[in-house]
């Protein structure tokens, strides 16, 4: 049986592999604002789970980022790191 510790991180993980589903389902389909409500439902999830983990055991590392998505899905719309400011 897991540990609390460990169950919390269970839990991020789960969370976080749900936002990088959506994240790639909304690369094709920026429209659908049922999943970007439910991105930003699981990004609300993430950070309340992230603060309550932080409390009990001190910070944790992250590598994803907590901003708002919007309709239409855009992120995809500017150059790519590879393709500079032009």
Same mark, same amino acid.
């Not at 439910?38 to 901003?67: A, C, F, P």
């Given at each position: 049986?897991?540990?609390?510790?460990?169950?919390?991180?269970?839990?991020? /993980?789960?969370?976080?592999?749900?936002?990088?589903?959506?994240?790639?389902?909304?690369?094709? &389909?920026?429209?659908?604002? +049922? $999943?970007?409500?439910?991105?930003?439902?699981?990004?609300?999830?993430? /950070?309340?789970?992230?603060?309550?983990?932080?409390?009990?055991?001190?910070?944790?590392?992250? &590598?994803?980022?907590?901003? +708002? $998505?919007?309709?239409?899905?855009?992120?995809?719309?500017?150059?790519?790191?590879?393709?500079?400011?032009?």
């Amino acid at each position: 049986m897991l540990d609390e510790k460990q169950e919390m991180l269970k839990k991020i /993980s789960a969370v976080d592999f749900s936002i990088h589903d959506i994240n790639l389902f909304l690369d094709s &389909h920026p429209q659908n604002i +049922k $999943a970007i409500e439910l991105l930003n439902s699981y990004r609300k999830e993430r /950070s309340d789970l992230i603060n309550d983990y932080e409390q009990k055991y001190g910070d944790y590392i992250t &590598h994803v980022g907590d901003v +708002k $998505a919007k309709v239409p899905w855009s992120w995809i719309d500017g150059p790519w790191p590879w393709e500079g400011d032009e």
